[in-house]
């Protein structure tokens, strides 16, 4: 059971992540003469070597158990290095709103379709009622954006 207080810090850290990650799109566009597979990748570094510090302790103590899995280990690195490239790339080209929606919009989408695919999970009628909505607002913003040009 938490304490008051590190339910607290993690509810803090939680907001303070979702608050920095909001605005990274946004910071990207003040740089326009950087690639935004330049700053994907230099977000990804330093994400990376902060989680790696944070989780060092487990990572050694479990390091058996990971190496066990090794295969779940590079698709992980794989997806967690193909991401903020792919997520900057399309800040770039789409504009911030666009691309932070497509973005954000589908991770719970293509989430649902992995675990529906691997682990055999179930596509409730809730969740399509969830995710019609949803994919149906990311094509009307595509099309708005497209044919303001």
């Known amino acids: ?4 207080g590190q ?29 935004p597979l330049a700053i994907g990748a ?3 570094g330093i994400g990376g070597l902060l989680q ?8 050694l103590r479990q390091r058996r158990l ?3 899995q090794w295969h779940f280990l590079v698709t992980g690195a794989l997806a967690v290095a193909v991401y903020p490239l792919a997520f900057y790339a399309s800040m770039r080209y789409a504009g911030v709103t666009t691309g932070t929606v497509i973005s954000i919009g589908s991770a719970p989408l293509l989430s649902a379709l992995i675990e529906y695919r ?11 009622c969830g995710a019609v909505p949803g994919i149906a607002g990311m ?3 595509c099309l708005a954006q497209s044919s303001g040009e």
Do not use: C, H, N, Y
């Open 1 to 4: 059971m938490l304490s008051s």
């Open 7 to 35: 339910r607290l810090g993690g509810i803090t850290g939680v907001l303070v992540a979702a608050i920095l990650w909001g605005t990274t799109g946004t910071a990207a566009t003040f740089a326009p003469e950087l690639s």
């Open 42 to 44: 230099v977000a990804m």
């Open 52 to 59: 790696g510090l944070i989780a060092a302790g487990t990572l």
């Open 66 to 68: 990971i190496a066990a």
């Open 118 to 128: 691997f682990d055999g999970g179930r596509l409730t009628k809730q969740w399509l």
């Open 139 to 141: 094509i009307l913003l």
